[in-house]
Each structure stands twice: as structure tokens, then as C-alpha cells.
């Protein structure tokens, strides 16, 4: 009883952590269709949290009406003119006197401008949280030294101390974080070392962890380490009865499984010594050259027992950051999309509802930052799909208004009609094919 209680407060956590997220997103979405369009001079009409009956709503002193609807899974905008929520086919006739105010009847660069304004605020968002995470917990400085010191496990001797600058390991000489990265590569794995450091102006050597120990900095969504119940901070101390000293261990042991299951000996502050059992799953992972077939655990890792020490960002650097990580992110996006369509990566890699769900809820569970973080990710993510020049996404009406621009001329009623039905149709069966993938795929 008691395990069917945790497992429907869990549905309920992800559940509600989705919705708060996609509600983010969406009315950021939204609301770039909406500020944009009535600052070029078209009217809104409504402005929809949510699909369905209405909750509430108000009318502000433009006209426009604000809802919350009941079905919380999207949201949109309605324009003057236009025949549905979607902005699709060939609109409802307007007053000849306020046709400038309708989608249908504004200027071209106008409607480009409204509907391109959505993707882009999805970019901006990411932008902004991606840059406010750098700024407020700031930059590793370039010189390796100590920061925040973390727990460690029992019989780790560790006589660092916030400050220390970096100096050698084991007469290995640092004098940088990649040189520290080298360094750990070449040292004999052993659970302490001698540290050279510079403190208050005099060197010393003190006892110190192995530098790459396997600590995991963080949890995929949706793998096989977060349906184990793994948590970033965790130390792995041995798998399948074999005590593993280093991060780059875990994927010699992962690989030599080959999706059998691996019991994991783990080390948590606060909670001591735990077993957990986990299956690793078969990914398709990028490459220089392509993509490769690889068993993961879905776990990060690359850090020691101590944060890097932080300088200040400035605002130019974490918006700089912001923009490349929202890049990153769009370019994946594509490089993925295209690797399925030529057949270089399985079908399976496309997720749908359940799998995004069940992400965000991950997400949430692992705390307030990493969740504005994935909603971020999300945001971009969306504002991509968004641009696919499919009918009734935003890049169709994009690409119906690049057609307008080169042709000298609208495409016609009808054509409107029917490409936004297959639009339509496409959409709704690449939402049934994802959500065929989460019940279906490994």
C-alpha cells in the first residue's frame, strides 16, 4: 500500500512539475506572438493559457482577452482574422475598416515579424537562464584553486583547503585545469596522493583524493542511473563487487556488461553505504564522424572533491555563454532530426510526452536550479520544432510568407487549406509515433 502511495505521489510530482514547466514556455511563446503583433498593429483577440473550456478570464483595455484554460498542455494566441487557434488556412473575413489590424490583413513584414516572434522569445529565455546561471554562480577562475569543499567517503584523506592554489600531484605539475584533467590521466589510480599547493604565500604538501574520482556531477533525465534513484554528489565505490577508484572505470565496467544488470556499491552524504541495482541501455552517441552505439547508465562525471574557485562574470560573457549553449542545443537538435531521417540513428531516439514528462519531473526532483535549467533546454528544444516549415508550426506560415515574398502573391484559399490539414495530420502523427516510443521503445 505504502509503495502505491510513493508511486502516485510521484505521478502527481511530474505531473504538476510538466505542467509548470510547459507553462512557462508556452507563455513565453505566446507572448511573443502577442507583444510583437501589437506592436506591429495587429489586434489579439484572446491570449489562451491552455486549451478547452475556460477557467477564468479578463479583458484588458485593448480588447484583448486573457483565459486560462482547463487543458494545460499548450496554449495560444488569436489574432483578428484568424479562423482558429492555430493560425492555419485562410482565415475569416474582416471589417474592410480594420484589416490592417487582422493577421490576414497586415503587411508582410508584420506577419513575419508576429510569427517569428515566438521561437525567438523561446531563444531568448533560454539565453537568459543559461547567462543568469553564470551569473550568479559565476566563472571557474583560470588557475586551478580550491573552492567549496564536498563530503567525501570514508577513508578519503583530504587536506586541502579552500584557496589553495594548485601547484603538482605527485610532483605532476598543474598550471591549468586542462594540465589537471592530463595529469589525472596519468596518475596511478589510489585513493590519495601528495598535493602541492600554494597557501598565504608558502607551498605545502598535503594528502589529497585521487583528482578524477568516481563522483558523479550529475543525472541524465529518463536513464537507467536516474530510474535506479541516483543522485548527483553520489560516489561510486564498487560494481558487481569490484571497487572502482575512478570516473573513467565506470564506462570500462558499463561496456563490459553489455546490458546486464550492474550492482552498484554507492556513498551518499548524509545517508552512508547503498546498493543499487541498474540495467545500462544501448544509446546512439554523436562522433566527429557520425554516430556510434554505446551502453550508458545515463551518469556525468569529471569533478573531485572540491568546486573549482569562481571569479565574477560579466554580463557580456554569461550572455555570450547563454547564446552558445542555446546553440548547442539547436544544433543538436538538428544534427539528431537528420540522423534519424537518413537511417544513421534508431527511430526509438525520438521521445514524445511521457518521456519529456517523466524528464521534467526528474529534473524538478533533483532541485530548484537544474529544473529552470531543463526548462531552458526545453525552451530552446521547442523553439526549433517550432521552425520546421510544417503547415500549422510556426516555420510553415514562415515559409508560406518567404513563398508571398519571392511570388509577388499569396498562395491561394484553397492551397492554404489543404496544406494546413496535412500539416496538421503530420503533427498529430509525429505526437502519436513519440508517444508510441515511450511505450514501446527500451
Known amino acids: 500500500m505504502m ?12 505531473v504538476c512539475a510538466f505542467i509548470l514547466a510547459l507553462s512557462i514556455i508556452v507563455t513565453v511563446h505566446e507572448y511573443g506572438h502577442y507583444i510583437v503583433g501589437r506592436w506591429s498593429g495587429i489586434k489579439a483577440e484572446v491570449f489562451s493559457l491552455g486549451f478547452g473550456p475556460q477557467l477564468f478570464s ?5 480588447g484583448t482577452v486573457w483565459q486560462v484554460a482547463a487543458i494545460p498542455l499548450g496554449g495560444y494566441v488569436r489574432f483578428l482574422g484568424d479562423s482558429n487557434a492555430a493560425s492555419a488556412g485562410s482565415g475569416e473575413a474582416v471589417d474592410t475598416k480594420l484589416a490592417r489590424q487582422s493577421l ?3 503587411p508582410l513584414w508584420a506577419r513575419f515579424a508576429t510569427v517569428a516572434a515566438g521561437p525567438i522569445f523561446n531563444f531568448i529565455l533560454s539565453i537568459l537562464v543559461f547567462g543568469g546561471v553564470a551569473l550568479w554562480h559565476g566563472m571557474p577562475v583560470d588557475e586551478p584553486e580550491v573552492g567549496v569543499l564536498r563530503a567525501t567517503p570514508p577513508g578519503i584523506e583530504i587536506g586541502l583547503q579552500p584557496g589553495d592554489r594548485i601547484i603538482a600531484i605527485d610532483n605532476h605539475q598543474v598550471g591549468s585545469w586542462a594540465d589537471l584533467a592530463k595529469t589525472a590521466e596519468a596518475l596511478e589510480p589510489r585513493p590519495s596522493h601528495e598535493w602541492t599547493v600554494r597557501r598565504a604565500g608558502q607551498e605545502l604538501i598535503v594528502p589529497g583524493p585521487d583528482p578524477m574520482p568516481a563522483l558523479l ?6 536513464s537507467a542511473a536516474a530510474a535506479a534513484g541516483l543522485r548527483a554528489g553520489d560516489v561510486i565505490l564498487a560494481i ?16 563490459a556488461a553489455q546490458g546486464r544488470a550492474l550492482l552498484l556499491q554507492v556513498w551518499r552524504e548524509g ?7 541498474l540495467i545500462p541501455r544501448e544509446q546512439d552517441l554523436p562522433t566527429a564522424t557520425g554516430y556510434e552505439k554505446r551502453w550508458m547508465i545515463g551518469v556525468t562525471g569529471g569533478g573531485t572533491y572540491f568546486d573549482p574557485a569562481t571569479r565574477s562574470t560579466g554580463l557580456g560573457e554569461a550572455l555570450e555563454l547563454g547564446v552558445n549553449r542555446t546553440w548547442d542545443i539547436i544544433a543538436s537538435s538538428v544534427s539528431g532530426l537528420w540522423a534519424m531521417i537518413s537511417g544513421q540513428i534508431g527511430s526509438c531516439n525520438l521521445g514524445g510526452a511521457i518521456s519529456i514528462a517523466e524528464s521534467t519531473g526528474q529534473a524538478a526532483s533533483a532541485g530548484g536550479s537544474d529544473f529552470i535549467w531543463w526548462i531552458a533546454v526545453l525552451s530552446a528544444a521547442i523553439g526549433f520544432l517550432n521552425l520546421l516549415p510544417v503547415p500549422v508550426l ?3 506560415h514562415l515559409m508560406f510568407y518567404l513563398y508571398e515574398a519571392v511570388a509577388g502573391r499569396r498562395p491561394s484559399d484553397r492551397v492554404l487549406d489543404i496544406l494546413s490539414a496535412l500539416g496538421m495530420a503530420a503533427v498529430l502523427a509525429l505526437m502519436i509515433f513519440g508517444l508510441t516510443n515511450d511505450l514501446f521503445c527500451p
Do not use: M
Not at 58 to 62: A, E, G, K, S
Not at 240 to 255: A, C, I, N, T
Open 217 to 222: 556531477t550529475g543525472i541524465a533525465p529518463r
Open 104 to 106: 490576414p490583413g497586415a
Open 240 to 255: 558487481d563487487g569490484k571497487p572502482v577508484s575512478r570516473f573513467d572505470e565506470l564506462r570500462e565496467h558499463v561496456e
Open 271 to 277: 545517508a552512508g553505504e547503498a546498493d543499487y541495482t
Open 3 to 14: 509503495g502505491l502511495i510513493a508511486e502516485l505521489g510521484g505521478l502527481i510530482w511530474t
Open 394 to 396: 510556426d516555420g510553415g
Open 58 to 62: 479578463w479583458r484588458d483595455r485593448r
